[in-house]
């Protein structure tokens, strides 16, 4: 089902409407929400009854921990000096 026009996200406010459609909470509320919440709550295994339970559930996990801090794997690692600047830096002088 298309979003009314004039609405957004209940999740992150998104306000284009060729991105907005609508998902069926618990309780049957129809909820308008962005293409990817509604994919996220739809793969999901959870249920939700509430907008406020659904932002929760949804929010942008990414801010819960720093990414900076976690171990890296000898790939990333390799990965992580091939991409550096300093050896960006080197490479373009070469030039």
């Known amino acids: 089902m298309k979003a009314l026009p004039n ?3 209940a999740v992150c406010d998104m306000s284009d409407a060729r991105g907005l ?3 069926r ?3 049957g509320e129809l909820v308008i929400v962005c ?10 295994s959870k249920t939700v009854a509430s907008r406020s339970e659904l932002r929760a559930m ?3 996990r ?3 921990y720093d ?3 976690l171990q890296i794997d ?3 690692a390799q990965l992580s000096e091939a991409f550096s600047d300093e050896r960006r830096a080197a490479s373009d002088r070469r030039r």
Do not use: A
Not at 35 to 44: D, P, Q, V
């Open 35 to 44: 293409g990817n919440h509604e994919l996220m709550y739809k793969r999901s």
């Open 74 to 76: 000898e790939l990333g």
């Open 58 to 60: 949804l929010r942008d």
């Open 25 to 27: 909470l618990s309780t």
């Open 67 to 69: 990414r900076r801090s």
């Open 62 to 64: 990414r801010r819960s």
């Open 21 to 23: 459609t609508t998902t």
């Open 7 to 9: 609405s957004c996200c």
